[in-house]
């Protein structure tokens, strides 16, 4: 019997301060709910502005401790009550000046699974994160949740082919990755790169980017989030490019075992020919 997983991915525009930001969260993560959705990935650094258009060490204080940050246990509560596996994607502080761009996993008991931090760190106009973040120390880890095996790749990420790969090598069926992108920067590759992703890597991805131009500059984020199956077709509807929206969409993991008995990437790989590729 196929095996359906309702996976949702929620796109918003920032409201102006943290708390009202969170707040707007909790109401999609409630309509998630409601509409049966089993698992939700908000943006990346959901409750705050993309600070990373300018350098400024007063952004710094949005970072919080995981798990033991607020934001992370108020999460941990809303998804024990509503039975919903939660991915924040959020400015972490693991100590006084080391920060990373890091998606806490909560599963749909309350319970903390783990974390990814963002590998790929970007330092370009609009986009100057390397002043924020350290690159990532997690590897590539696969969550094995209520809702199924679940991984995560943050924005510029994407870019880089071998984190997708290794996701699917542990054995993800979802793999989301929260994004904050401009629509003049990027938009060629958005409908592209992760679909290619999906079909390189047989699983499914759900793409989340914010909407809207911030006070902080003129980043035009374009939204058009969307979930994409391993043949790279589109699960219903992409979302607005301008408008807040929460996009719900049933994903059937039958569709895995089809491609992957069609096929047979992981048997045809080459290991032992890829020893350049890890060379600096």
Not at 76 to 101: F, I, T
Not at 219 to 224: C, H, K, L, Q, R
Request: charged share 25%.
């Amino acid at each position: 019997m196929s095996r359906v997983i309702r996976a949702a991915v929620f796109q918003t525009a920032w409201t102006g301060d943290k708390e009202s930001m969170i707040q707007v969260h909790e109401r999609a993560a409630r309509d998630a709910a409601a509409q049966g959705a089993q698992v939700l990935c908000f943006q990346e650094l959901f409750y705050g502005p993309y600070f990373c258009q300018v350098q400024d060490p007063a952004f710094y204080e949005y970072a919080e401790r995981i798990p033991d940050g607020p934001v992370v246990r108020r999460f941990q509560a809303l998804a024990k009550e509503l039975g919903l596996v939660l991915v924040l994607p959020m400015y972490e502080e693991e100590q006084p000046g080391v920060l990373y761009n890091t998606a806490a996993v909560i599963d749909a008991d309350g319970s903390y699974l783990g974390k990814y931090r963002k590998t790929h760190i970007p330092q370009v106009k609009g986009f100057w994160e390397k002043f924020y973040f350290r690159p990532g120390n997690s590897g590539w880890p696969v969550f094995d949740t209520a809702a199924g095996r679940i991984g995560v790749y943050i924005c510029y990420d994407r870019h880089f082919p071998e984190g997708w790969r290794a996701l699917g090598l542990a054995g993800a069926e979802i793999v989301f990755n929260p994004s904050a992108t401009s629509r003049g920067l990027s938009g060629y590759l958005w409908q592209l790169e992760q679909p290619a992703a999906a079909v390189a890597n047989e699983y499914f991805v759900g793409a989340i980017n914010r909407v809207g131009v911030e006070e902080l500059g003129d980043n035009d984020f374009y939204g058009t989030s969307y979930f994409v199956d391993p043949q790279a077709q589109f699960v219903g509807e992409v979302a607005s490019d301008k408008e807040s929206e929460l996009v719900v969409r049933d994903l059937d993991m039958a569709r895995l075992r089809e491609v992957r008995d069609r096929w047979q990437f992981y048997r045809d790989r080459a290991p032992g020919a890829y020893t350049p590729l890890t060379a600096p």
